[in-house]
């Protein structure tokens, strides 16, 4: 009984830090923009480089509010209910269309591409990471870690255009960019399915392979530490199966810091990826984002941030939560 | 990454069709006013209906559903600009206006009453019929919302009327000859039945109802589909049964797209495209370099010793403009000829070969040395001169980072300026914080394109009066370099009055030889931009030997005449 009680105080401190921490990041978030010079106004006439007409540029001012008078504390309070409550205001790079909108029609085919090859690397990347530490000194595991430090030293974009030009354009085995053939609605058919996952193929290809090495890394480090204390020994010693002891005490053991960098990296998935977006002509948040902050979109900037800032919280909150159970010396601490 | 490219180009289109020919129902325009047709052989014949193309409507990611042309955004749908229609086009590949939705236009002895006559038999695409009261309700509205006016119309308008079902009549404050360009040409009409209703500064219009060829069929952030209005009033035009618009947000896959001819139309700079895409077919993948206007030097009037004249000449004489044009803009965009701020296919109207021999462009370090040092600047120990208050001559460029070939022009020009003992500093910057240091004058020296418009006055007077500036720490619109010549308001003025050319000419002729003396900015390319195109089963462009519209001017002339081959 006092175990449990001791357990849900650890739950109400963890979740009052969590609060504190959101504030302090949607509170750097209002500032942050403002703190950027120029206005959306003149971003926009940049942007139309000389096509729109110089009187453009008072309507601009006007329809965007920039020579508003209220008070940046006024703002701040209103900024603050708005986020509470939801309302992310109107975009304006896409003027008049609501932010939540945007967000709304970019956030899926993130969460699908950066997740699901995310959650890809994540496993193919710690079983060859335990692969390689448990077999180390055999040629296989210990030409992994050097074939993956060589990939993760070339740069991600020149990878992903390498793939784009050859298996895309040259082999035309994939489609070059998109997430779904231009004839196809999007719905859960046969049809559209299959042409969703033709097109991610090629861009979760690029992920999956220039992210699975720092996982397998990760995981042969820890392993190999592990490996070494006391206790391995003595399961060795005492005649445990090999697979016992790596799964109960060597991978269980080297799991937990992958788990909170697994954790972290979930969290930025909603952020996107902007070279992924970029090369593969992907739709998706990152892009979004670059756009929002190039045009000085202040709403959607604001949007994505609270969106990435939640997500990120939200992540470790629960692999926080998730330790107590996994590893009892944290409730004790 | 450079996919926020900025482009170049070489081709003036000089000669100019003898258009005779008409497009639409027959009507014919007022005298002096020719029409677009292409092949006007075939155009009388016709072409089959069919066919696809797919065009890119500008970089910028994925689309929304918003199709209003009154709203600010910067990602707007590219369905907009196929749905509305201007009354006039205007043709700067010939410097004529074109009757479009209007037919024809007369002034008022005293320039301050306009009255348009609308063409007949045009309807929406709901099939209501366009009249006079659409005009005017458009025009109003923009009066009530200023949010959505972008032109500034309600600045010069007193009042607009319909005037029977097909004739309106704009009164003026005071005669202006800017306006017919900018109401005109630069502002689309829409049906007052169903905007009547709507805030047009924060509508989304999610079902646009126009009178242009196409009409939205279908929409996704990815792609925008449009197919034939077949009530459209140049039937049996257009010939293309559908246009696609797939969102492009990558340099790479445009290209790589246009190569495998995904694309039929793009408008992608990219430095090798002589390589990466005409010579992967080059009987059918044609690159059209289309001008718009100038790339300049600003140089801040305002600042020491920026300020006088000399060191302003000194400055462009010191800049080689052929080593720029190539370097940074791959040839694209060739290096101006002379310093009058006319550009080619203007000049033959508004310039004279005594101008352009006058005010050519001379490449002369050694010159703009000695007259820097018969100024009063002294050469300092360290090769950088001294002003004549004993300061060295430091300045800073400000360079827009994402905009490569800027930034390259931005690096020679500093190396340049250096040889004849002008120490200049390259500042990066994002491109917002480049520009808002521009339009507010903090700034020393910095690369920036031209205004442009109808006629060089659309340059010269932006470039040079008060009306478009602002004190120091303000967003002035363009005069960004803060020059102010009371001649220049003078000369301004009278030109507005006017909207008889033969008047207007010398007016213009006495600006550009203000300009190209006082150098209150300076021109350094001729500013163009690569469009490329594919004949593969698409026929009906314009070409170098029939260049009968400037892509940049929008895409909607060229659409209704396009027409599918096999």
Request: with cysteine; hydrophobic share 40%.
């Amino acid at each position: 009984m006092a175990r449990r009680s001791q357990g849900w105080q650890f739950i109400a401190s963890k979740l009052g830090l969590y609060i504190l921490i959101f504030w302090a990041a949607i509170t750097l978030n209002f500032i942050i923009p403002r703190l950027m010079p120029g206005n959306p106004a003149s971003a926009l006439m940049a942007k139309s480089q000389g096509k729109m007409p110089p009187s453009a540029l008072k309507a601009l001012e006007d329809a965007f509010g920039i020579n508003t008078h209220v008070s940046l504390w006024r703002q701040y309070l209103g900024y603050l209910r708005n986020t509470v409550t939801g309302h992310m205001g109107i975009s304006f790079t896409n003027f008049p269309v609501p932010v939540a909108k945007v967000i709304g029609e970019m956030l899926p085919w993130t969460l699908f591409l950066i997740g699901l090859s995310t959650i890809i690397a994540f496993f193919i990347g710690n079983i060859l990471g335990l692969y390689s530490a448990w077999r180390r000194g055999g040629k296989i595991a210990d030409a992994l870690p050097v074939a993956f430090t060589v990939i993760s030293a070339m740069p991600y974009f020149w990878i992903a255009l390498a793939l784009l030009y050859f298996l895309g354009f040259s082999l035309n085995w994939f489609p070059i960019s998109h997430a779904i053939g231009s004839n196809i609605k999007a719905g859960w058919n046969f049809q559209s399915i299959g042409s969703v996952i033709d097109h991610a193929t090629l861009p979760a290809f690029s992920i999956v392979v220039t992210s699975m090495g720092g996982w397998m890394m990760q995981m042969r480090n820890n392993l190999i530490s592990i490996l070494s204390h006391d206790y391995v020994q003595l399961a060795q010693m005492k005649g445990l199966p090999e697979p016992e002891v790596m799964r109960n005490y060597g991978a269980r053991n080297a799991m937990l810091p992958v788990l909170t960098s697994f954790a972290m990296s979930l969290g930025f998935v909603v952020g996107g990826a902007v070279l992924v977006e970029d090369v593969f002509n992907y739709p998706g948040i990152g892009y979004a984002l670059v756009e929002a902050v190039g045009n000085s979109d202040y709403p959607l900037m604001q949007g994505i941030f609270l969106i990435i800032v939640s997500a990120v919280l939200l992540a470790n909150l629960i692999v926080d939560l998730l330790y107590t159970f996994l590893d009892p010396r944290i409730r004790r601490a | 990454m450079n996919r926020k490219w900025r482009t170049a180009g070489v081709v003036a289109l000089t000669g100019v069709l003898g258009m005779t020919a008409l497009v639409g129902c027959g009507e014919t325009p007022a005298s002096g006013q020719p029409s677009i047709a292409p092949h006007a052989d075939k155009a009388s014949s016709g072409h089959a209906i069919g066919g696809t193309i797919s065009m890119i409507g500008g970089p910028g990611g994925t689309f929304v559903n918003e199709n209003n042309p009154f709203a600010p955004g910067a990602n707007n749908s590219p369905a907009e600009p196929i749905i509305y229609e201007p009354l006039a086009q205007w043709n700067s590949a010939n410097g004529k206006y074109i009757p479009w939705l209007a037919t024809s236009w007369t002034w008022n002895a005293s320039n301050t009453v306009l009255t348009v006559q609308l063409r007949h038999g045009v309807k929406w695409s709901n099939g209501t019929a366009f009249t006079s009261k659409d005009v005017a309700f458009t025009f109003n509205m923009l009066h009530k919302y200023p949010a959505s006016d972008f032109n500034g119309l309600w600045s010069y308008l007193k009042s607009v009327s319909a005037d029977g079902p097909y004739a309106v009549k704009f009164t003026l404050k005071k005669p202006n000859s800017m306006f017919f360009y900018y109401m005109a040409s630069q502002t689309v009409i829409v049906p007052e039945a169903i905007w009547s209703h709507e805030n047009p500064t924060t509508w989304v219009n999610p079902h646009p109802v126009g009178t242009g060829p196409y009409v939205l069929s279908s929409f996704t952030p990815e792609t925008v589909t449009m197919t034939r209005n077949p009530h459209y009033w140049q039937g049996p035009k257009p010939y293309l049964q559908t246009i696609k618009f797939p969102a492009e947000q990558s340099n790479t896959t445009t290209v790589l797209s246009l190569a495998q001819n995904q694309i039929q139309w793009g408008g992608t700079f990219s430095f090798d495209l002589q390589r990466s895409y005409v010579n992967r077919d080059p009987k059918d993948n044609h690159v059209g370099l289309y001008p718009n206007g100038m790339d300049v030097l600003y140089v801040n009037n305002q600042v020491y010793p920026m300020n006088l004249q000399v060191v302003r000449q000194a400055m462009s004489l010191a800049i080689n403009r052929t080593q720029l044009a190539n370097v940074a803009w791959s040839g694209y965009s060739p290096a101006v000829k002379d310093l009058t701020g006319i550009t080619p296919g203007m000049d033959k109207t508004w310039s004279t070969p005594t101008l352009q021999h006058d005010y050519a462009v001379q490449y002369n370090p050694t010159k703009a040395k000695q007259m820097l040092l018969k100024a009063g600047f002294k050469m300092g120990a360290n090769g950088t001169l001294l002003t004549p208050k004993g300061k060295p001559f430091n300045i800073t460029i400000d360079v827009p980072t994402p905009y490569t070939d800027f930034t390259a022009a931005s690096q020679q020009i500093a190396q340049q300026l250096k040889q004849i003992g002008i120490n200049v500093t390259l500042q990066n910057n994002s491109a917002n914080t480049y520009y808002n240091k521009l339009q507010q004058g903090q700034f020393d020296i910095g690369i920036c394109w031209s205004p442009w418009g109808a006629n060089p006055f659309f340059t010269l007077y932006p470039f040079m009066s008060q009306q478009f500036s602002k004190p120091m720490g303000q967003n002035a619109s363009a005069n960004f370099e803060r020059y102010d010549n009371p001649q220049v308001e003078a000369l301004g003025q009278k030109f507005l009055q006017t909207n008889d050319q033969s008047k207007q000419v010398p007016i213009v002729r006495q600006l550009a030889k203000i300009f190209a003396t006082q150098l209150p900015v300076i021109p350094l390319t001729y500013r163009n931009t690569p469009i490329e195109y594919s004949t593969k089963n698409i026929g009906g462009w314009p070409t170098s030997s029939n260049p009968y519209w400037n892509l940049n001017e929008g895409n909607l002339p060229v659409l209704v005449n396009l027409y599918w081959h096999n």
